[in-house]
């Protein structure tokens, strides 16, 4: 959902990915961004990204405790550090997942823009691509269109039996 192998990010990443992407790089310098977002969490993490009540509750506690900042701040740095390098190996290799692909991602984010077919990016990983479907939603495709996702991870499995 919403997302392709870190090396096509890496490899394929050019002006408009940095301009709309520039935070990755920032979030992977993570004793800067921890200090940045401590010191204003409601600029990095404003409570309005979540949707829903309850979400909205978890979020604004989550994004507010230096221990899950510190965590998520990790992950960033853990694909420019180490996940860009297997997958390369990976490709190297010529390593195809062998499981089946489902690919979904937002319309209303940059997917389309920056990738074409964003399912495209990762016909070199797998040849078994058996879903591909764009969700009429932003980035939060789960909280934003729930009926359409769920229709479309049921789909995934309906074609897989």
């Not at 900042?69 to 190297?92: H, I, P, T």
């Not at 979904?104 to 990016?121: F, K, N, T, V």
Request: glycine share 6%; with cysteine; hydrophobic share 40%.
């Amino acid at each position: 959902m919403d997302g392709i192998p870190i090396y096509e990010v890496l490899s394929r990443a050019e002006w408009r990915f940095a301009k709309s992407w520039w935070h990755w790089f920032f979030f992977a310098q993570s004793e800067k961004a921890e200090a940045a977002i401590r010191s204003n969490p409601e600029l990095w993490y404003p409570a309005e990204a979540a949707i829903g009540s309850g979400n909205n509750r978890d979020y604004l506690t989550a994004t507010r405790d230096p221990e899950v900042v510190r965590g998520m701040l990790a992950d960033y740095r853990a694909g420019l550090e180490f996940d860009y390098d297997d997958d390369k190996r990976d490709k190297e290799a010529e390593r195809h997942l062998q499981c089946p692909l489902g690919v979904l991602w937002s319309r209303q984010d940059d997917m389309e823009r920056l990738y074409g077919d964003p399912a495209d990016p990762w016909s070199d990983w797998s040849d078994r691509i058996v879903l591909r479907h764009g969700i009429e939603s932003g980035h939060h495709m789960a909280e934003e269109s729930p009926d359409e996702v769920a229709n479309q991870i049921e789909a995934f499995f309906a074609q897989i039996r």
